[in-house]
């Protein structure tokens, strides 16, 4: 018996030496990424303090006026600070009303019976994640404007003329910039949507088909249900980054007919600090995005927890 207990306590032993061994590799492989993190995402925090002063390159910050909090009053008194904040809020509002597209394209992915063919399309839709957006301004350029594929086609067709100038049209430009990055992101988001259906128990399915359930039914009640936390955690995401409604792609996108309506926060912020010169308050635009964004995540954890029983974060 005392030989038993000994032979067990050696081997919880060497059973902890493993898992801290284990542990220390695994904390040295995500060395690199939580340095990264580190130098990218929390280091640049100490500019913050230029938000306090009225900071000109190449005047060291001792003797540089502090303004203290004059430059987020003045953001109450920005003439384009209202648009601005509408046409963020117009994009995000569009963006999380198409957020079912990568679901449902997930479960039609999953429908397919031919592997190969699955594997095509999952390709096909996942692709233009991996195109940067000037380049899809680049398509759809050549495609869309007065002089592209598509109005060469109708005018020689007889069905429009004049030609429709689709990426200058200030009135439906929320809508194009929507389906663009839909067309850009529903495949890549799709992919957490397959994993989810992956990881359903398959004994529900052949439950269903034994109790002759068909393929509608099937997907209603088992694959929708199971993937439906999935969707709601993503969507909550998504509502805590109301500002953040992108850059890169109104940034190549925005010309002279359509800047009014294209120009969101991130591209406002950019263009203060690094077209105007303006770093003090752009870095206070900046702040103001931040602090709104990290009040909408714990908002809509505290959401979360009420309604789902577990948070997000």
Do not use: C
Request: hydrophobic content about 50%; aromatic content about 12%.
């Amino acid at each position: 018996m005392q030989r038993t207990k000994t032979l067990n306590g050696a081997a919880t032993q060497r059973t902890g030496k493993l898992n801290r061994k284990d542990g220390m590799h695994l904390l040295l492989l995500a060395t690199p990424f939580i340095l990264f993190t580190l130098a990218f995402s929390y280091v640049p925090l100490f500019g913050w303090i230029y938000a306090f002063f009225d900071y000109k390159p190449g005047i060291p910050l001792q003797q540089t006026p502090f303004l203290g909090l004059e430059n987020f009053r003045n953001m109450f008194d920005d003439p384009r600070m209202g648009p601005v904040l509408a046409n963020t809020l117009a994009l995000s509002l569009l963006s999380i009303a198409t957020a079912p597209v990568p679901m449902l394209l997930a479960i039609l992915i999953s429908e397919v019976r031919s592997g190969w063919f699955k594997r095509l399309v999952q390709t096909v839709s996942t692709l233009p994640n991996y195109i940067s957006w000037i380049i899809v301004f680049s398509l759809a350029f050549s495609m869309f404007s007065t002089e592209g594929a598509v109005n060469s086609i109708m005018m020689k067709t007889g069905i429009g003329s004049p030609p429709v100038d689709i990426l200058g049209n200030y009135d439906r430009v929320w809508t194009v910039q929507t389906l663009l990055l839909l067309w850009k992101s529903a495949g890549w988001s799709a992919i957490i949507y397959l994993a989810a259906i992956v990881g359903i128990d398959s004994e529900q399915y052949d439950a269903a088909k034994v109790d002759g359930a068909g393929r509608m039914r099937t997907i209603w009640h088992i694959t929708l249900p199971s993937i439906m936390p999935t969707f709601i955690v993503l969507l909550l995401l998504s509502v805590s980054n109301l500002l953040s409604a992108g850059f890169e792609q109104y940034l190549v996108f925005s010309n002279v007919m359509i800047a009014d309506r294209i120009e969101v926060l991130d591209l406002y912020v950019y263009r203060l600090g690094l077209v105007t010169g303006d770093y003090s308050y752009s870095t206070a635009v900046g702040i103001f995005k931040t602090v709104i964004s990290v009040l909408l995540l714990f908002s809509v954890n505290i959401l979360s927890k009420k309604v789902r029983g577990q948070g997000i974060v």
